[in-house]
C-alpha cells in the first residue's frame, strides 16, 4: 500500500469518528446509537456506500473557521434493504449537534435527488439540534431545500422518517411531508417550540417528552405513525415496512389449502346481539397470510384500524372500522387517519381491502365545532381518487353517510361482500321506527308495544343486505368462513385493472 493510500485511510477513518470518542460516550449515555451504527442497523451487511464523505462546511463567522465538523454532521449514501435499493441520511448528534448548515443541507438534497432519480426508497434518520444557528439564513434556506425535494418526491417513492433525538423549530415539516414516521421512546422529542421557549413565553413548564415524546405524537398529534421500544425494534420494523411497499406484486405461490382455507371460526365473530362489540382485529387475522397485520397508527384514532397485510403474498393495505372503540363510528381524527392511508396505498399502488362495521358519524358539538364535515370529506375523497383495486367487506353495521363513506360501490368499490347479518340502512330501526311511525306510535293504545311493533317490522324489511344485493349495491352476500377466499378471488380479477380519469393538474382536497 502506498503512502498516499495510507493517509487516505487514516483521513477515512478519522472522519468517521465523527465528533470523537467522548462526544460518542456521551450519545450513547442517553441510550442512543450513533449515526453509522444506526446505518448498520438499517441496510443489509455491508451493503451501505457513503456519498460526500469529504463535504466541510464553509461559515466562518461566530468562530466558526476554527471548527472542524467531520462529514459536516450528517451521513449520506446508498445501499440494500432485504435486497432492495434504499437511500438514506442519518444526522450525526455528535458533530455540533447535529445542527444543519449549508453544506449538510445539500448533502441531503442530493440524497434525495438521487432517490428520486432511481425510483428508490429514501430513509431519513432525525437527530439534530436545528438549523446551525452560526450559518444564519443559509441554514435555514437549506430546510427550504429539503422540504421542496420532499414534495417532489411525494407519491413518487416512499420517504421514511426515524425521529431518534430532537427534531425541533422548522426541521419539523420534513417528517410532516413525509410518508411514514417512526419514534422510540424516551429519546424521540419533536416540537415546534422546545420547553425553554415554551417557559419563556408562555410561563407553561413540560417536560421535552410530554411535549413531544413518542407516546404524544402517537396517541394524541397523529404525527407519528409508528413508536419503538428501542431503535432496534425501530429499525426492523423500516426494514419490514421497506419489504411491505417494495414487494406489492411477489410472485403468486402455488394455491394450498392454507390459501384457499375456510376459516369457520370467523363464522362467529360477530355476536348475535347488534350491540355487542367484538374486534375487528379478529376478522383481519381470518384474512391476512399467517394471521400478521403490520399496523399504521395503531395508538391514534383506534375507532378505525389500518394497516397492511399478505393476501397470497401480495400486499394490501386495510381499513377497518374497530366496533370494541366508540363502536366504530367515524370521527375528525379516524377520518385524516385512514384518508392518509388510503391516498399513501395508492400513490404505491397497494390495493386496498375495506372491512365495514360502522354506525354513522360520531355525533356531538365538539365533532361539529371541530370540522367534522370537512374532515370526514376528506375520507370520500381519497376513497373516489384512489384508482388501485377496491374490494369491501359488510362485517354488520353499514349505516347512512358512513355507509357511503366506507368504500361503497357509489364511491367506486370495484367489489362489494356482505356477510348475512349485515345491517344496511339510514339509520338504525329504533331511530327509523320513531321517525316513520311517529303518528301511529303516538296514537296506539300502547305506544311501547306499538314501538317495538314497527321496529321489528322495519328490521325484518331493511335491516338486511338482501335489499342492497337486489339493487346491485353487493355483489354477493358470503359466509363469513369464505371471505379470505372471496377477497383473494376478487383481488386477482382485479389484477388488471385501469381507469379513466379526467385530465387535470390536481384535484383540491377538503382540508
Given at each position: 500500500?502506498t503512502?498516499?493510500q495510507?493517509?487516505?485511510?487514516?483521513?477515512?477513518?478519522?472522519?468517521?469518528?465523527?465528533?470523537?470518542n467522548?462526544?460518542?460516550?456521551?450519545?450513547?449515555?442517553?441510550?442512543?446509537?450513533?449515526?453509522?451504527?444506526?446505518?448498520?442497523?438499517?441496510?443489509?451487511?455491508?451493503?451501505?456506500?457513503?456519498?460526500?464523505?469529504?463535504?466541510?462546511?464553509?461559515?466562518?463567522?461566530?468562530?466558526?473557521?476554527?471548527?472542524?465538523?467531520p462529514?459536516?454532521?450528517?451521513?449520506?449514501?446508498h445501499?440494500?434493504?432485504?435486497?432492495?435499493?434504499?437511500?438514506?441520511?442519518?444526522?450525526?448528534?455528535?458533530?455540533?449537534?447535529?445542527?444543519?448548515?449549508?453544506?449538510?443541507?445539500?448533502?441531503?438534497?442530493a440524497?434525495?435527488?438521487e432517490?428520486?432519480?432511481?425510483?428508490?426508497?429514501?430513509?431519513?434518520?432525525?437527530?439534530?439540534?436545528?438549523?446551525?444557528?452560526q450559518?444564519?439564513?443559509?441554514?435555514?434556506?437549506?430546510?427550504?431545500?429539503?422540504?421542496?425535494?420532499?414534495?417532489?418526491?411525494?407519491?413518487?417513492i416512499?420517504?421514511?422518517?426515524?425521529?431518534?433525538?430532537?427534531?425541533?423549530?422548522?426541521?419539523?415539516?420534513?417528517?410532516?411531508?413525509?410518508?411514514?414516521?417512526?419514534?422510540?421512546?424516551?429519546?424521540?422529542?419533536?416540537?415546534?417550540?422546545?420547553?425553554?421557549?415554551?417557559?419563556?413565553?408562555?410561563?407553561?413548564?413540560?417536560?421535552?417528552?410530554?411535549?413531544?415524546?413518542?407516546?404524544?405524537h402517537?396517541?394524541?398529534?397523529?404525527?407519528?405513525?409508528?413508536?419503538?421500544?428501542?431503535?432496534?425494534?425501530?429499525?426492523?420494523?423500516?426494514?419490514?415496512?421497506?419489504?411491505?411497499?417494495?414487494?406489492?406484486?411477489?410472485?403468486?405461490r402455488?394455491?394450498?389449502?392454507?390459501?384457499?382455507?375456510r376459516?369457520?371460526?370467523?363464522?362467529?365473530?360477530?355476536?348475535?346481539?347488534?350491540?355487542?362489540?367484538y374486534?375487528?382485529?379478529?376478522?383481519?387475522?381470518?384474512?391476512?397470510?399467517?394471521?400478521?397485520?403490520?399496523?399504521?397508527?395503531?395508538?391514534?384514532?383506534?375507532?378505525?384500524?389500518?394497516?397492511?397485510?399478505?393476501?397470497?403474498?401480495?400486499?394490501?393495505g386495510?381499513?377497518?372500522?374497530?366496533p370494541s372503540?366508540?363502536?366504530?363510528?367515524?370521527?375528525?381524527?379516524?377520518?385524516?387517519?385512514?384518508?392518509?392511508?388510503?391516498?399513501?396505498?395508492?400513490?404505491?399502488g397497494?390495493?386496498?381491502?375495506?372491512?365495514?362495521?360502522?354506525?354513522?358519524?360520531?355525533?356531538?358539538?365538539?365533532?361539529?365545532?371541530?370540522?367534522?364535515?370537512?374532515?370526514?370529506?376528506k375520507?370520500?375523497?381519497?376513497?373516489?381518487?384512489?384508482?388501485v383495486?377496491?374490494?369491501?367487506?359488510?362485517?354488520?353495521?353499514?349505516?347512512?353517510?358512513?355507509?357511503?363513506?366506507?368504500?361503497?360501490?357509489?364511491?367506486g368499490?370495484?367489489?362489494?361482500?356482505?356477510?348475512?347479518?349485515a345491517?344496511?340502512?339510514?339509520?338504525?330501526?329504533?331511530?327509523?321506527?320513531?321517525?316513520?311511525?311517529?303518528?301511529?306510535?303516538?296514537?296506539?293504545?300502547?305506544?311501547?308495544a306499538?314501538?317495538?311493533?314497527?321496529?321489528?317490522?322495519y328490521?325484518?324489511?331493511?335491516?338486511?343486505?338482501?335489499?342492497?344485493?337486489?339493487s346491485?349495491?353487493?355483489?354477493?352476500?358470503?359466509?363469513?368462513?369464505?371471505?379470505?377466499?372471496?377477497?383473494?378471488?376478487?383481488?386477482?380479477a382485479?389484477?388488471?385493472?385501469?381507469?379513466q380519469?379526467?385530465?387535470?393538474?390536481?384535484?383540491?382536497?377538503?382540508?
Open positions: 500500500m503512502r498516499e495510507r493517509e487516505l485511510l487514516e483521513i477515512k477513518e478519522k472522519i468517521r469518528m465523527g465528533g470523537g467522548k462526544a460518542v460516550e456521551k450519545q450513547r449515555g442517553l441510550g442512543k446509537h450513533t449515526a453509522r451504527e444506526r446505518l448498520e442497523m438499517l441496510f443489509d451487511k455491508g451493503t451501505f456506500v457513503e456519498t460526500g464523505l469529504f463535504v466541510k462546511h464553509h461559515a466562518s463567522a461566530f468562530g466558526m473557521e476554527s471548527k472542524t465538523a462529514a459536516d454532521g450528517v451521513v449520506t449514501g445501499g440494500y434493504v432485504q435486497g432492495h435499493l434504499v437511500y438514506a441520511y442519518s444526522q450525526d448528534f455528535t458533530v455540533l449537534g447535529g445542527t444543519l448548515g449549508e453544506m449538510h443541507a445539500n448533502k441531503i438534497a440524497v434525495q435527488e432517490a428520486l432519480k432511481t425510483k428508490s426508497p429514501i430513509v431519513a434518520i432525525n437527530d439534530s439540534g436545528g438549523a446551525r444557528i450559518e444564519g439564513v443559509n441554514a435555514l434556506g437549506g430546510y427550504g431545500k429539503i422540504f421542496i425535494n420532499n414534495v417532489r418526491s411525494s407519491g413518487v416512499p420517504q421514511i422518517c426515524a425521529i431518534l433525538g430532537p427534531c425541533a423549530g422548522g426541521a419539523v415539516y420534513s417528517p410532516a411531508l413525509m410518508d411514514f414516521v417512526f419514534m422510540v421512546d424516551g429519546i424521540s422529542q419533536m416540537f415546534i417550540t422546545g420547553p425553554r421557549v415554551l417557559k419563556e413565553v408562555t410561563g407553561e413548564v413540560v417536560s421535552s417528552q410530554d411535549l413531544g415524546g413518542a407516546k404524544i402517537n396517541e394524541i398529534s397523529g404525527c407519528a405513525h409508528f413508536r419503538d421500544r428501542t431503535e432496534e425494534d425501530c429499525f426492523g420494523r423500516i426494514r419490514k415496512l421497506i419489504e411491505l411497499l417494495s414487494e406489492q406484486k411477489l410472485p403468486e402455488k394455491e394450498g389449502e392454507q390459501e384457499l382455507r376459516d369457520q371460526n370467523m363464522d362467529y365473530i360477530v355476536p348475535a346481539n347488534p350491540r355487542k362489540p374486534s375487528m382485529r379478529s376478522v383481519i387475522d381470518g384474512i391476512a397470510d399467517r394471521g400478521e397485520f403490520f399496523e399504521y397508527q395503531e395508538e391514534f384514532a383506534r375507532n378505525i384500524r389500518t394497516g397492511f397485510i399478505r393476501l397470497n403474498g401480495r400486499s394490501v386495510v381499513i377497518a372500522n374497530e372503540i366508540l363502536a366504530g363510528c367515524l370521527d375528525i381524527n379516524a377520518s385524516d387517519k385512514a384518508a392518509r392511508f388510503i391516498r399513501t396505498c395508492d400513490a404505491f397497494i390495493p386496498l381491502l375495506t372491512l365495514e362495521d360502522v354506525p354513522g358519524y360520531l355525533p356531538g358539538k365538539s365533532q361539529e365545532y371541530g370540522g367534522i364535515i370537512r374532515h370526514g370529506a375520507l370520500l375523497y381519497a376513497y373516489a381518487e384512489a384508482d383495486p377496491k374490494v369491501t367487506v359488510i362485517t354488520r353495521k353499514a349505516y347512512g353517510g358512513a355507509y357511503i363513506g366506507m368504500c361503497s360501490i357509489h364511491l368499490a370495484d367489489y362489494v361482500f356482505a356477510w348475512p347479518g345491517e344496511i340502512a339510514v339509520m338504525g330501526a329504533e331511530g327509523a321506527a320513531n321517525i316513520i311511525f311517529a303518528k301511529e306510535i303516538e296514537q296506539g293504545e300502547n305506544a311501547e306499538k314501538r317495538k311493533e314497527y321496529i321489528h317490522q328490521e325484518e324489511i331493511m335491516m338486511n343486505p338482501y335489499m342492497a344485493a337486489e346491485g349495491y353487493i355483489h354477493d352476500i358470503i359466509v363469513p368462513g369464505e371471505t379470505r377466499k372471496r377477497v383473494m378471488e376478487a383481488f386477482r382485479l389484477e388488471q385493472k385501469t381507469e380519469r379526467i385530465p387535470k393538474k390536481h384535484g383540491n382536497i377538503p382540508l
